[in-house]
Nanobody, 114 residues
Framework: QVQLVESGGGLVQAGGSLRLSCVVSGRIFSYAAIRWFRQAPGKDRDFVARIEWNGEKTDYGHSLEGRFIISKDAAKKTVYLQMNNLKPEDTAVYYC???????WGQGTQVTVSS
């Protein structure tokens, strides 16, 4: 069993920054990756970013690299999503997820005001 707990969401003005955290507990595959997704009201859940659990390779969703940065602290078993220059269209619930085990956290709300 794997548990994921997100935190760090909130209300921010356009142009501001937030850092989300995802604390991972339980038995995760050594070859796993941790991914961030987001879901805006009435829309599909979209891929945001990915990082290898035991490596450094990262990937980003369309047009997000450069504003969003995924990183991790292995000792704290925590994955971060630094979000800069936020835009109203970034408003969504942000979830972290394990791949391939496919566990999900409860999500954290990010709201960007114009």
């Amino acid at each position: 069993q794997v548990q994921l707990v997100e935190s760090g969401g909130g209300l921010v003005q356009a142009g501001g920054s937030l850092r989300l955290s995802c604390v991972v507990s339980g038995r995760i595959f050594s070859y796993a990756a941790i991914r961030w997704f987001r879901q805006a009201p009435g829309k599909d859940r979209d891929f945001v970013a990915r990082i290898e659990w035991n490596g450094e390779k990262t990937d980003y969703g369309h047009s997000l690299e450069g504003r969003f940065i995924i990183s991790k602290d292995a000792a704290k078993k925590t994955v971060y999503l630094q979000m800069n220059n936020l835009k109203p269209e970034d408003t969504a619930v942000y979830y972290c997820n394990t791949s391939p085990q496919d566990y999900w956290g409860q999500g954290t709300q990010v709201t960007v005001s114009s």
